[in-house]
Structures are given as structure tokens and as C-alpha cells.
Nanobody
Framework: QVQLVESGGGSVQAGGSLRLSCAAS??????MSWFRQAPGKEREGVAG???????RYADSVKGRFTLSKAYAENTLYLQMNSLKPEDTAMYYC???????????????????????WGQGTQVTVSS
């Protein structure tokens, strides 16, 4: 079992920055991702990192959001810069062990392939 605890959400003006944190506890290594869900919309993958450190980003956040992972603390960070009102959403941390072979790279952006979920942290960007 893996437990995920997110923090760092808040309210900012457009153009501002926030850093989200996801602390993972439990046995074993997992791939980790951030998803988000805006009101009335489906949950979508934002960014993820696999066990080899390879990252994936949604096109809408490339160049603005950056993932990093503190392996000693098993904590995933999402640095969000140049925030836009359309980034407003509940952000969820998710984790999974590889389901298809030894790599989970292709799982990172699909919520159906992620097993463990945090409670979410709200990000609100005002114009």
C-alpha cells in the first residue's frame, strides 16, 4: 500500500507561481504523476515521472511546469510557473507500480493506469 499526501495549492494571480508537493509513504518504488480536474471537466494527466526518471508533460503545461523528485524523501514536486486561469483545478498526486513490463512510462498520463491517489489540493488562478 502507498499513501500520498499533497500540499502546496492555493490562489494566485495569472502569471504567478506555485509549487505542489506529494509525499509518498509505503513499501516499494512507484511511478508518480500529477493529474488535475477542473469543474465540469474530466481528470487529465499533467506530468509524471517513471522509475528511470523519465518525465512526461501534457502539451498545455510544457515549458511552464517542471517536475522534480527528492528520492531520499520520496517526494514529488510540481513547480508551476506562468500560471493561467485555465490551470485552475483540483490537483491530484497519483502513483503506481509498473503494470506492463518493467516500465511505467506509458502509464503516467492515464488515470486508469494509476493505482494510488492523494486527496487533492486546489489551485486557483485569477485573471
Amino acid at each position: 500500500q502507498v499513501q500520498l499526501v499533497e500540499s502546496g495549492g492555493g490562489s494566485v494571480q495569472a502569471g504567478g507561481s506555485l509549487r505542489l508537493s506529494c509525499a509518498a509513504s509505503g513499501y516499494g518504488s512507484t511511478c508518480m504523476s500529477w493529474f488535475r480536474q477542473a469543474p465540469g471537466k474530466e481528470r487529465e494527466g499533467v506530468a509524471g515521472v517513471d522509475l528511470d526518471g523519465r518525465t512526461r508533460y501534457a502539451d498545455s503545461v510544457k515549458g511552464r511546469f517542471t517536475l522534480s523528485k527528492a528520492y531520499a524523501e520520496n517526494t514529488l514536486y510540481l513547480q508551476m510557473n506562468s500560471l493561467k486561469p485555465e490551470d485552475t483545478a483540483m490537483y491530484y498526486c497519483a502513483a503506481s507500480r509498473p503494470k506492463y513490463g518493467s516500465s511505467c512510462y506509458f502509464q503516467l498520463m492515464d488515470e486508469l493506469d494509476m493505482t494510488y491517489w492523494g486527496q487533492g489540493t486546489q489551485v486557483t488562478v485569477s485573471s
